[in-house]
């Protein structure tokens, strides 16, 4: 048996309980997940508040917590572009920040009750919602398809469209005379699989994580309240490290890719 609520029938046992939190709220043509949209450009919107007020409290005596805090995010994010990207770009340290901090702030959203947000909700008559966007597989390829679009980017910019079109057909198997023919399209086919590679397996990694994550919560809720207290203490604080962790090997590996993407083979 099922119990009507606002028109909706409740879970009534564990299965329909897991596919309900599994369920996306979804426009008119089931077409967009307007849950992943709201809600990561809501935390869009927060990290670029934080920052700017951050930048417009800065101060060249002593900083408070919140300088503190972001200096200290700078540094860490510097520290892995200054180690991986040897080449000058103005756009790659801002966009590292902003990647790392992101989507820490999109994982983090792993950290509220499960039932919290979906129950608030309720009121205002939305009875699907699912709060971590990066357990959604269509925002990680989303997300991932844009640093393959950096990476194209950034190896134009460096070689210029002959030299990087060049470099698809000459590249990893060096050649010169009939052999480069030879070898041309199986560069090329090397070269696809490479390219293609990259963003495909930032996005399952980051998914996978992340919607393994949302499920293992899932699951604590419906134990009884002693051993969801139990159990969910010792997981959220290892999950604070898989979240953060997500968060910079994400832009650890965007980094990368783009330093790779501007190196000359």
């Not at 002593?62 to 994010?77: D, T």
């Not at 892995?80 to 989507?103: D, E, R």
């Amino acid at each position: 048996m099922t119990t009507e609520h606002g028109g909706h029938a409740a879970p009534a046992n564990a299965t329909e309980y897991i596919q309900h939190h599994l369920s996306h709220l979804r426009n008119a043509d089931n077409t967009i997940n307007l849950d992943t949209f709201w809600v990561s450009a809501l935390l869009g919107l927060v990290f670029l508040g934080v920052f700017y007020m951050a930048a417009r409290r800065a101060t060249p005596g002593v900083p408070g917590k919140l300088q503190n805090f972001v200096e200290w995010i700078m540094e860490l994010v510097n520290d892995t572009v200054n180690s991986a990207f040897h080449a000058k770009s103005k756009v790659i340290a801002p966009l590292a920040i902003t990647i790392f901090v992101w989507v820490w702030l999109m994982n983090a959203m792993d950290f509220l009750p499960v039932d919290l947000l979906p129950k608030v909700l309720e009121f205002f008559g939305v009875y699907k919602l699912r709060v971590v966007p990066t357990a959604d597989v269509n925002h990680t390829f989303g997300m991932s398809f844009s640093v393959l679009l950096c990476i194209i980017a950034f190896s134009i910019k460096a070689k210029g469209v002959g030299g990087w079109t060049k470099e698809l057909f000459t590249a990893p198997f060096h050649a010169h005379g009939a052999m480069a023919i030879v070898l041309a399209p199986v560069n090329f086919v090397f070269q696809m699989i490479e390219l293609v590679a990259k963003p495909i397996s930032l996005a399952l990694r980051l998914f996978g994580n992340m919607y393994a994550g949302e499920l293992i919560f899932i699951l604590i809720a419906l134990l009884p309240w002693w051993a969801q207290w139990l159990l969910g203490g010792p997981w959220a604080i290892f999950h604070i490290l898989i979240v953060t962790l997500q968060a910079f090997v994400f832009m650890a590996l965007t980094v990368v890719y783009l330093a790779l993407a501007v190196e000359k083979h």
